[in-house]
């Protein structure tokens, strides 16, 4: 069993960033696939980056350019750096763990953290 608890959300100007932190625990995450998905209100849930546990990043075309995702295999953590940051990027975002692409299926989710980016 994997516990995942998201931290960094909150509330920031359009242009601005705001870095996302998931901290994971209860078992190790070797060769585990980390990522960050996220739901708009009256939207569904959306991929947004995951990284490989060897480094390799795949992007939602909307953040490309944007966001940054990153790990710490050591720390057992994943980051989100969101910068350049716009109205439509408002959601909560959800840390994600599973074995293999994010976008097939997820193992485990966090309890999410709210960004909202005010115009």
């Known amino acids: 069993q994997v516990q995942l608890v998201e931290s960094g959300g909150g509330v920031v100007q359009a242009g601005g960033s705001l870095r996302l932190s998931c901290a994971a625990s209860?078992?190790?995450?070797?060769?585990?696939?980390m990522g960050w998905f996220r739901q708009a209100p009256g939207k569904e849930r959306e991929f947004v980056a995951e990284?490989?546990?060897?480094?390799?990043?795949l992007y939602t075309d909307s953040v490309k350019g944007r966001f940054t995702i990153s790990r710490d295999n050591a720390k057992n953590m994943v980051f989100l750096q969101m910068n350049t940051l716009q109205a439509e990027d408002t959601a909560i975002y959800y840390c994600?763990?599973?074995?293999?692409?994010?976008?097939?299926?997820?193992?485990?989710w966090g309890q999410g953290t709210q960004v909202t980016v005010s115009s």
């Open positions: 990284i490989s546990w060897g480094g390799t990043t």
């Open positions: 994600a763990v599973s074995s293999g692409s994010l976008r097939r299926g997820i193992q485990y």
């Open positions: 209860g078992r190790t995450l070797t060769y585990l696939r």
